[in-house]
């Protein structure tokens, strides 16, 4: 059965907004759970008040975004479900168990955070700080639990050989991809936080302007203490991408990452991080007074870094999500390609209508409008280079057509057919 197609922008399009706005503000939920509990127990160990002013005002703005948070990933499911229906069928019975404790850690962040901000001058501070510490494991568990899910859908691991679930959610990358993205949500919610209270800083005068000043040079030390470490984060995760897909079928995840579409986020998301780490570095250099502008800088590079990567991620890691086709589909579910007896010659027409390729061109009259009608191919190609493009499609449908996933003798089928006259 087919998937839903979606009005106007597409499937792709709108599953990425819907991702990318979700993940950008859990990035700060996660981030800012810890940070507002760090902040608490420094302002208790010190006797000062102000940072723990500082948590509890974090804390207030994160049970708002996380109730937002809570509708954009139902939302998730729906359009995982209505537009890629036979994959995420296949999604949610492999990981089914994650997504299940997933569910649970999230009412648990959602009751523990709300505690946590209504009892903020009720009970005794170690109390409340251990309601913190609560809200911040629950959090980083919730943040573990996706991104394990995240993962396998990029690096399948042994699941392939033995469709185990428990391979299926301890995948090869699962250490590594989790400490490349719990790391930055600590980064981005101490940078937004420098962000917010440098602003408020120009904007006060007095007490409050001195309270600003504080938190911005707390927030900022963090921030730009940490800053350093994402970088090599990054590099032990894109190794273990590449010693853990290599050898996959085409196309696989790392040629995704090394020579396609990916490579162009890849490299535009390590120039921003190079950004960032500069600005750390003069932030050191030349102290909190005069370093401020350079960081605030880093600040706006890592937070666009932050989209580069999610794109990276997701055309690795499927031509067949994003472009609204699945032919990774049949080597992650482990079908087998129907045998065909030796010597017997495939049905071209049959092998044309299998693989899908009707959603994006038409034939004959048949067929969609994505990709340029295929009626008069012959007259462009001749049948090696044919079979060369559908292999690996080149150009602009490098970009917007899956490469073939079929057996050779399906190619040469699918030729014969086109350039039939
Ligand atoms: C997701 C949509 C999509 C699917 C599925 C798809 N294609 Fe394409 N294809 C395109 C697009 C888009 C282009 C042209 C890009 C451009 O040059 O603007 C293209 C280009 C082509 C071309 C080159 C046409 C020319 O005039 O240069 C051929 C041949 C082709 N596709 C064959 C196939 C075959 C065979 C299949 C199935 C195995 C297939 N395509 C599946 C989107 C798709």
Same mark, same amino acid.
């Given at each position: 059965m087919d998937g839903v197609q979606f009005p106007v922008i597409g499937n792709s399009i709108i599953m990425a907004t819907v991702i990318l706005i979700h993940v950008f503000f859990a990035f700060f939920a996660v981030g800012g759970s810890i940070l507002s509990v760090v902040a608490e127990w420094w302002g208790t160990k010190k006797k000062d008040d102000d940072y723990i002013r500082l948590g509890k005002s974090v804390s207030g703005f994160l049970s708002d975004m996380m109730k937002i948070n809570g509708v954009l990933g139902v939302a998730i499911v729906v359009l995982t479900i209505g537009l890629w229906s036979q994959f995420g069928a296949f999604l949610y019975s492999v990981q089914f168990w994650p997504f299940l404790a997933e569910g649970a850690v999230f009412l648990m962040l959602m009751i523990f955070s709300v505690i946590y901000h209504h009892t903020w001058d009720s009970i005794s501070r170690g109390a409340h700080i251990f309601v913190g510490i609560c809200t911040g494991f629950f959090a980083l568990m919730a943040g573990f639990l996706i991104n394990g899910i995240w993962a396998f859908m990029l690096v399948p691991g042994k699941w392939i050989q033995t469709h185990d679930r428990w391979d299926a959610f301890f995948n090869p990358i699962l250490v590594e991809s989790t400490i490349h993205i719990l790391l930055p949500t600590l980064i981005n919610a101490s940078l937004l936080i420098f962000l917010w209270t440098f602003w408020k800083s120009t904007k006060t005068q007095g007490a409050e302007q001195a309270y600003f000043n504080k938190m911005n040079l707390f927030t900022g030390k963090i921030g730009a203490a940490l800053l350093f470490l994402q970088p090599l984060s990054g590099a032990s995760f894109i190794i273990k991408v590449k010693s853990a897909t290599? *050898? +996959? #079928?085409?196309? !696989?995840p790392w040629q995704q990452i090394s020579n396609g579409m990916s490579t162009y986020f890849l490299y535009t998301m390590i120039t921003l991080a190079a950004i960032a780490v500069i600005g750390g570095t003069l932030y050191w250099i030349w102290g909190h007074e005069k370093g401020r502008t350079a960081l605030v800088v880093a600040s706006l590079a890592m937070f666009l870094a932050f989209p580069m990567g999610a794109f990276t991620r997701e055309r690795a890691r499927k031509p067949y999500l994003v472009w609204g086709v699945m032919p990774m589909n049949q080597q992650l579910l482990g079908e087998k390609k129907p045998e065909t007896a030796a010597g017997a010659k495939l049905d071209g027409n049959q092998v044309f209508h299998n693989q899908g390729c009707l959603a994006c061109h038409t034939f004959k009259g048949e067929g =969609? *409008?994505? =990709? #340029?009608? +295929? *009626? !008069?191919?012959s007259t462009k190609y001749d049948k090696t280079k044919l079979m060369a493009f559908i292999s690996q499609p080149q150009g602009a449908a490098a970009m917007k057509m899956p490469p073939f996933s079929g057996s050779k003798e399906e190619l040469e089928a699918i030729a014969d057919h086109l350039l039939k006259k």
């Open positions: 290599e *050898t +996959l #079928p085409a196309p !696989n =969609g *409008t994505i =990709g #340029p009608d +295929l *009626t !008069n191919v």
